[in-house]
């Protein structure tokens, strides 16, 4: 075969690679069209389907309420009438029977003229006592139209103008929501959450985090923040499963709350932090992850120890005291390369960690910086990176080490950043607390 043909044949493998490469690529952005058009369709039908059931109940509610009112109104007229019609009724039958007996008079008058005389003088006696007795000269009053009810109806036109502004007013259709998901990051057992306006003419005073497991169609979206942060992470998930994420607004001065923004997955594949079990002096949640000091001891101050070295350099480790006791200079939280069993406290060699009253420990010994003391609601957190896996003087070790992390501490408004010099390559770290008092109560995510 000679060098042409060679040439044309890897060419044309080229070409036929190249070509099912592009179709390949071809094909990812038909599958994401598709994909776009199912949301426009899919959410063009939920809104329609939104709008349909909204404006539906608001009629019959408007329908229940108007009949409701026109039902009021009518008893107001039946109440009315009843009231007034009942003494002009008991009025005309006083002045009925009145009739009735001036017609009896009158037949008994005429009758009294047109007996005889033997009995004319009995008759007109009896009809005289008669006359006198019904008081011919008292009638009954009658009231004056001005006095009697004039029953109408006041109807005022302008509600139908104010339900016509606010009717063309009530709803509004959008075609993104007003925020987005953001940003969807791994933690231990966590996932940390950031989202953001994509509308910059909505001022937002609140926003609402939910999230639920995917694929199950049982689940329900379940609150994780309401607040003005941008910024969550979601505690106790489970690894290597599936979430959906979704966020809303509520605008300023607004009670009902924007559509939620596009459903984004994640999942972390870490463990979460938990404590070690078995430890003299501690109880621990369900969860492993809050650990409570319930025994306390003067002599012995027990060092809490994580399950495993789950913290990793790059992330962040975070504990929070829910609940405090006393203070005592031995009292520490941090991170560790070992988890020695029977540890009396962490401020010790290949640990760095910090006090209740916030002196900070590098190795076992104190450095100079100092953070707040840590109280209820404190949150200390530990951020670590690799500065240099190379020996830092092969010469002489006893300098501190052979590989440089660096260190931030972060307690309160303050921090404290140091190269932390250890022995030996880490990527993964203990962490670990220890308390002489009883009543310190602290969660670590």
Same mark, same amino acid.
């Given at each position: 075969?000679?060098?042409?043909?060679?040439?044309?044949?890897?060419?044309?493998?080229?070409?036929?690679?190249?070509?099912?490469?592009?179709?390949?690529?071809?094909?990812?952005?038909?599958?994401?069209?598709?994909?776009?058009?199912? %949301?426009?369709?899919?959410?063009?039908?939920?809104?329609?389907?939104?709008?349909?059931?909204?404006?539906?109940?608001?009629?019959?509610?408007?329908?229940?309420?108007?009949?409701?009112?026109?039902?009021?109104?009518?008893?107001?007229?039946?109440?009315?009438?009843?009231?007034?019609?009942?003494?002009?009724?008991?009025?005309?039958?006083?002045?009925?029977?009145?009739?009735? %007996?001036?017609?009896?008079?009158?037949?008994?008058?005429?009758?009294?003229?047109?007996?005889?005389?033997?009995?004319?003088?009995?008759?007109?006696?009896?009809?005289?006592?008669?006359?006198?007795?019904?008081?011919?000269?008292?009638?009954?009053?009658?009231?004056?139209?001005?006095?009697?009810?004039?029953?109408?109806?006041?109807?005022?036109?302008?509600?139908?103008?104010?339900?016509?502004?606010?009717?063309?007013?009530?709803?509004?259709?959008?075609?993104?929501?007003?925020?987005?998901?953001?940003?969807?990051?791994?933690?231990?057992?966590?996932?940390?959450?950031?989202?953001?306006?994509?509308?910059?003419?909505?001022?937002?005073?609140?926003?609402?985090?939910?999230?639920?497991?995917?694929?199950?169609?049982?689940?329900?979206?379940?609150?994780?923040?309401?607040?003005?942060?941008?910024?969550?992470?979601?505690?106790?998930?489970?690894?290597?499963?599936?979430?959906?994420?979704?966020?809303?607004?509520?605008?300023?001065?607004?009670?009902?709350?924007?559509?939620?923004?596009?459903?984004?997955?994640?999942?972390?594949?870490?463990?979460?932090?938990?404590?070690?079990?078995?430890?003299?002096?501690?109880?621990?949640?369900?969860?492993?992850?809050?650990?409570?000091?319930?025994?306390?001891?003067?002599?012995?101050?027990?060092?809490?120890?994580?399950?495993?070295?789950?913290?990793?350099?790059?992330?962040?480790?975070?504990?929070?005291?829910?609940?405090?006791?006393?203070?005592?200079?031995?009292?520490?939280?941090?991170?560790?390369?070992?988890?020695?069993?029977?540890?009396?406290?962490?401020?010790?060699?290949?640990?760095?960690?910090?006090?209740?009253?916030?002196?900070?420990?590098?190795?076992?010994?104190?450095?100079?910086?100092?953070?707040?003391?840590?109280?209820?609601?404190?949150?200390?957190?530990?951020?670590?990176?690799?500065?240099?896996?190379?020996?830092?003087?092969?010469?002489?070790?006893?300098?501190?080490?052979?590989?440089?992390?660096?260190?931030?501490?972060?307690?309160?408004?303050?921090?404290?950043?140091?190269?932390?010099?250890?022995?030996?390559?880490?990527?993964?770290?203990?962490?670990?607390?220890?308390?002489?008092?009883?009543?310190?109560?602290?969660?670590?995510?």
């Amino acid at each position: 075969m000679s060098v042409e043909v060679d040439v044309l044949l890897q060419e044309a493998k080229e070409s036929i690679e190249a070509a099912q490469n592009y179709r390949s690529e071809l094909q990812q952005r038909l599958h994401g069209l598709n994909q776009a058009r199912k %949301q426009v369709r899919g959410s063009s039908g939920q809104a329609r389907e939104a709008l349909r059931r909204h404006f539906a109940e608001l009629q019959a509610a408007a329908t229940r309420l108007l009949a409701e009112r026109l039902t009021t109104l009518l008893a107001e007229v039946d109440t009315i009438e009843a009231d007034s019609i009942k003494p002009l009724d008991d009025c005309q039958s006083l002045i009925e029977h009145g009739v009735g %007996q001036a017609d009896e008079l009158l037949r008994e008058g005429e009758a009294a003229l047109r007996c005889g005389l033997g009995e004319k003088e009995d008759k007109l006696g009896s009809f005289t006592k008669k006359a006198m007795h019904i008081q011919l000269d008292s009638l009954p009053e009658v009231p004056a139209l001005v006095d009697v009810p004039s029953v109408s109806a006041q109807l005022d036109d302008s509600l139908l103008g104010m339900l016509r502004d606010r009717v063309s007013r009530h709803g509004s259709v959008s075609s993104h929501p007003p925020v987005q998901i953001e940003e969807l990051q791994e933690r231990p057992g966590s996932i940390f959450v950031r989202w953001c306006k994509v509308d910059e003419d909505f001022a937002a005073a609140d926003y609402r985090l939910q999230y639920r497991r995917s694929g199950s169609g049982g689940s329900q979206y379940e609150d994780a923040y309401i607040g003005r942060d941008c910024e969550f992470l979601v505690l106790h998930l489970d690894p290597h499963i599936d979430y959906l994420f979704r966020v809303c607004a509520r605008g300023e001065g607004r009670t009902e709350w924007s559509p939620w923004s596009i459903p984004q997955t994640g999942y972390t594949t870490l463990a979460p932090h938990e404590w070690r079990s078995g430890t003299e002096g501690y109880i621990l949640s369900s969860r492993k992850n809050i650990a409570l000091r319930n025994d306390s001891s003067q002599s012995r101050c027990p060092v809490l120890y994580s399950n495993a070295p789950t913290y990793f350099c790059g992330q962040t480790l975070t504990f929070k005291i829910s609940a405090a006791g006393q203070m005592d200079r031995r009292d520490s939280l941090g991170v560790c390369i070992g988890s020695e069993r029977g540890e009396e406290s962490l401020q010790s060699d290949q640990a760095v960690c910090i006090s209740t009253n916030g002196a900070v420990y590098v190795n076992g010994k104190e450095m100079t910086n100092q953070l707040p003391a840590v109280t209820v609601g404190s949150a200390v957190t530990f951020d670590m990176e690799v500065v240099n896996l190379f020996p830092v003087n092969n010469n002489n070790l006893s300098d501190g080490g052979n590989f440089k992390l660096r260190v931030t501490i972060g307690s309160g408004n303050r921090e404290v950043v140091f190269d932390w010099l250890v022995d030996q390559a880490v990527d993964c770290l203990f962490f670990g607390c220890c308390f002489v008092h009883s009543g310190w109560k602290v969660l670590v995510f």
